[in-house]
């Protein structure tokens, strides 16, 4: 890796010398200029660009640099929409709790959650079920009736009395904070959460999660161990309670005449990080006022590790993520000094955004959307370009959301030249990048992607493996895209294509499900078909199509329904999985999410 990198690096000085040696830059979307972008942002010296750090800074940099060559103006302050992330939350010295008079020990006993409130409180537990308040028609559940939880600490059993379906009425009601928040609202002063047999039959204790608020009072997990103790005037284990609970299917809640006290101290700790928003502006009077937003994410996974995202999260190594996405803002870039080099004007306004937090959970998405510097109600559509680098073989560019509003169909196959690209659309506006913020604010949108491949968050995506004819191949369609867009006289209407977000199961569930009936009588050989995509389902979320054949899964082959069984068995909750599948003769990767 070191000697690649070294090589990448010289290769990287060499091209950008060149290029400062000779200023005058092609106006088209050439080959040279997109390696110069990439190989710069995926280098050795940007280290992963992670959300936060000195490789995103520097990223955030040369995005705004180039695009104020090309002629691109600011937005907010210098084109920098500044924001903060959080970096680690980690337990502070101060945690404490104790059973009547009795300190515990934290880590092993209990621990805060992230979203706990710092604080300090203390009272009489109440056992309060799964701490469900429910009252819809087709389902009524409430663990508060004939309990007074008022001033005193809810004991709370973690996930839901369905844990084994994946599809379950409880799990809108079964997020650990929602939990605690339901408690709040009932008057509780602090909760303590203990996960079942079902859900967690090791009932180990996680690291502390970044990405939720403080819920307003102290929360802390506790041990099975602990939840017996507290149990005990009782006489029945917290196992014991659980099993009746889910057999008999109703509350079973109860005051345990045990005092607790304690205090949450949880830190946080946040860093600076930004968007670039840049705008062409329009040369209509009238449509000047109104925008496409060409989008592409600049931050990648670091060095990865744990909880980074990689799929190869034991090793610490640079993630370069040159498809993931420099490619993306590599070819934005590209498309922006070619709109600002047109001799044609374009009637409407053109704002680029290279969103900074996108690896983290769409956070530079979600803060433009929060807080636009244009009207949003005035943008006619967002073009997400994300991992365009690695066209393959068979030429196939996925199109998400043409369902968001009606002719963006007609409209990309009047871009296309379909016999240097095939097309594989797909409908819905939602997906697992930053376009999914704006189709959320009933914008149209559509995500532009050459699909996922094997090295997909792994080190293994670097510069020198992008297909650079191929990208200037989408960036041709998509520059005429991005023209009609910009020049078209009436403004698309927005149309609803598919949820807005998903509801999942949280981590630590078991049973790990695509959302797909397979062809359990072996019809295909070397694969497995799938009969049925279920809507809404990581499968189809991903891009799986009926009767698309699966033939492998991380790399691993599928040849039959066991080695599908077997492989699904071997993944977590919320894995990125790479699954291969055939689909009319064509070979596709998709990335599922679980
Ligand atoms: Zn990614």
Same mark, same amino acid.
């Given at each position: 890796?070191?000697?690649?990198?070294?090589?990448?690096?010289?290769?990287? $000085?060499?091209?950008?010398?060149?290029?400062?040696?000779?200023?005058?830059?092609?106006?088209?979307?050439?080959?040279?200029?997109?390696?110069?972008?990439?190989?710069?942002?995926?280098?050795?010296?940007?280290?992963?660009?992670?959300?936060?750090?000195?490789?995103?800074?520097?990223?955030?940099?040369?995005?705004?640099?180039?695009?104020?060559?090309?002629?691109?103006?600011?937005?907010?302050?210098?084109?920098?929409?500044?924001?903060? $992330?959080?970096?680690?939350?980690?337990?502070?010295?101060?945690?404490?709790?104790?059973?009547?008079?009795?300190?515990?020990?934290?880590?092993?006993?209990?621990?805060?959650?992230?979203?706990?409130?710092?604080?300090?409180?203390?009272?009489?537990?109440?056992?309060?079920?799964?701490?469900?308040?429910?009252?819809?028609?087709?389902?009524?559940?409430?663990?508060?009736?004939?309990?007074?939880?008022?001033?005193?600490?809810?004991?709370?059993?973690?996930?839901?009395?369905?844990?084994?379906?994946?599809?379950?009425?409880?799990?809108?009601?079964?997020?650990?904070?929602?939990?605690?928040?339901?408690?709040?609202?009932?008057?509780?002063?602090?909760?303590? +959460?203990?996960?079942?047999?079902?859900?967690?039959?090791?009932?180990?204790?996680?690291?502390?999660?970044?990405?939720?608020?403080?819920?307003?009072?102290?929360?802390?997990?506790?041990?099975?161990?602990?939840?017996?103790?507290?149990?005990?005037?009782?006489?029945?284990?917290?196992?014991?309670?659980?099993?009746?609970?889910?057999?008999?299917?109703?509350?079973?809640?109860?005051?345990?005449?045990?005092?607790?006290?304690?205090?949450?101290?949880?830190?946080?700790?946040?860093?600076?990080?930004?968007?670039?928003?840049?705008?062409?502006?329009?040369?209509?009077?009238?449509?000047?006022?109104?925008?496409?937003?060409?989008?592409?994410?600049?931050?990648?996974?670091?060095?990865?590790?744990?909880?980074?995202?990689?799929?190869?999260?034991?090793?610490?190594? $640079?993630?370069?993520?040159?498809?993931?996405?420099?490619?993306?803002?590599?070819?934005?870039?590209?498309?922006?000094?070619?709109?600002?080099?047109?001799?044609?004007?374009?009637?409407?306004?053109?704002?680029?955004?290279?969103?900074?937090?996108?690896?983290?959970?769409?956070?530079?998405?979600?803060?433009?959307?929060?807080?636009?510097?244009?009207?949003?109600?005035?943008?006619?559509?967002?073009?997400? !370009?994300?991992?365009?680098?690695?066209?393959?073989?068979?030429?196939?560019?996925?199109?998400?959301?043409?369902?968001?509003?009606?002719?963006?169909?007609?409209?990309?196959?009047?871009?296309?030249?379909?016999?240097? +690209?095939?097309?594989?659309?797909?409908?819905?506006?939602?997906?697992?990048?930053?376009?999914?913020?704006?189709?959320?604010?009933?914008?149209?949108? !559509?995500?532009?992607?050459?699909?996922?491949?094997?090295?997909?968050?792994?080190?293994?995506?670097?510069?020198?493996?992008?297909?650079?004819?191929?990208?200037?191949?989408?960036?041709?369609?998509?520059?005429?895209?991005?023209?009609?867009?910009?020049?078209?006289?009436?403004?698309?209407?927005?149309?609803?294509?598919?949820?807005?977000?998903? $509801?999942?199961?949280?981590?630590?569930?078991?049973?790990?499900?695509?959302?797909?009936?397979?062809?359990?009588?072996?019809?295909?050989?070397?694969?497995?078909?799938?009969?049925?995509?279920?809507?809404?389902?990581?499968?189809?979320?991903?891009?799986?199509?009926?009767?698309?054949?699966?033939?492998?899964?991380?790399?691993?082959?599928?040849?039959?329904?066991?080695?599908?069984?077997?492989?699904?068995?071997?993944?977590?909750?919320?894995?990125?999985?790479?699954?291969?599948?055939?689909?009319?003769?064509?070979?596709?990767?998709?990335?599922?999410?679980?």
């Amino acid at each position: 890796m070191r000697i690649f990198g070294r090589i990448a690096l010289a290769l990287m $000085v060499f091209v950008t010398i060149s290029f400062s040696k000779d200023k005058k830059r092609s106006t088209d979307v050439t080959v040279d200029e997109l390696k110069m972008h990439i190989s710069y942002l995926a280098s050795d010296e940007l280290k992963g660009r992670l959300t936060g750090s000195g490789g995103d800074s520097l990223a955030a940099e040369y995005i705004r640099k180039d695009l104020k060559a090309s002629g691109f103006v600011p937005l907010y302050k210098k084109g920098f929409q500044r924001f903060r $992330v959080t970096d680690k939350i980690i337990n502070g010295p101060g945690n404490f709790l104790a059973l009547n008079g009795n300190s515990l020990k934290v880590n092993s006993d209990f621990a805060p959650f992230a979203f706990s409130q710092n604080g300090s409180f203390s009272g009489e537990v109440v056992f309060a079920g799964y701490g469900f308040e429910i009252n819809e028609d087709s389902l009524k559940w409430n663990d508060y009736g004939g309990i007074d939880i008022k001033g005193k600490v809810a004991m709370i059993l973690r996930a839901d009395p369905e844990i084994e379906k994946t599809k379950s009425p409880f799990i809108r009601y079964s997020k650990d904070r929602d939990k605690v928040l339901q408690a709040k609202d009932m008057g509780a002063i602090g909760v303590l +959460l203990v996960s079942g047999k079902t859900f967690d039959p090791e009932d180990k204790f996680e690291s502390l999660a970044k990405g939720e608020q403080s819920v307003g009072i102290p929360a802390f997990r506790i041990s099975r161990k602990i939840a017996n103790q507290l149990l005990e005037t009782n006489k029945q284990t917290i196992i014991d309670i659980e099993l009746k609970m889910n057999e008999l299917r109703k509350p079973a809640s109860f005051n345990t005449g045990i005092l607790v006290s304690g205090k949450s101290d949880i830190v946080e700790t946040t860093v600076p990080t930004r968007n670039v928003v840049m705008v062409l502006p329009g040369s209509d009077k009238v449509l000047k006022n109104q925008y496409v937003v060409i989008g592409a994410h600049f931050d990648h996974l670091g060095m990865g590790g744990l909880g980074s995202g990689s799929r190869v999260p034991d090793s610490s190594a $640079v993630h370069y993520g040159a498809d993931d996405n420099a490619s993306g803002v590599g070819m934005a870039l590209e498309l922006a000094q070619k709109l600002a080099a047109s001799p044609k004007h374009f009637k409407r306004s053109i704002v680029v955004i290279a969103f900074s937090g996108e690896e983290e959970g769409l956070l530079g998405s979600k803060k433009f959307v929060e807080k636009p510097e244009i009207d949003l109600t005035k943008v006619n559509a967002m073009v997400n !370009l994300d991992m365009v680098g690695r066209l393959n073989e068979n030429s196939l560019v996925q199109i998400g959301g043409i369902g968001t509003a009606e002719p963006l169909k007609k409209m990309i196959y009047n871009s296309c030249d379909t016999t240097k +690209l095939k097309l594989a659309l797909s409908d819905e506006g939602y997906g697992p990048s930053d376009h999914a913020s704006f189709y959320g604010k009933n914008i149209p949108v !559509l995500f532009i992607s050459s699909g996922a491949h094997l090295d997909y968050h792994t080190p293994a995506d670097t510069w020198d493996k992008i297909n650079y004819e191929g990208m200037v191949k989408i960036s041709d369609m998509s520059y005429k895209l991005i023209s009609d867009l910009a020049n078209e006289d009436t403004k698309l209407v927005f149309k609803e294509a598919g949820p807005k977000e998903v $509801v999942s199961r949280g981590s630590r569930r078991k049973g790990i499900t695509l959302g797909i009936m397979p062809d359990f009588a072996g019809n295909v050989k070397n694969g497995l078909r799938a009969d049925l995509v279920t809507p809404g389902k990581p499968a189809a979320l991903g891009g799986m199509k009926k009767g698309d054949i699966i033939t492998s899964i991380n790399g691993k082959p599928v040849n039959n329904v066991q080695d599908y069984m077997f492989r699904l068995n071997q993944l977590k909750p919320g894995d990125s999985i790479a699954v291969e599948v055939l689909r009319d003769s064509l070979k596709i990767v998709l990335i599922i999410q679980l």
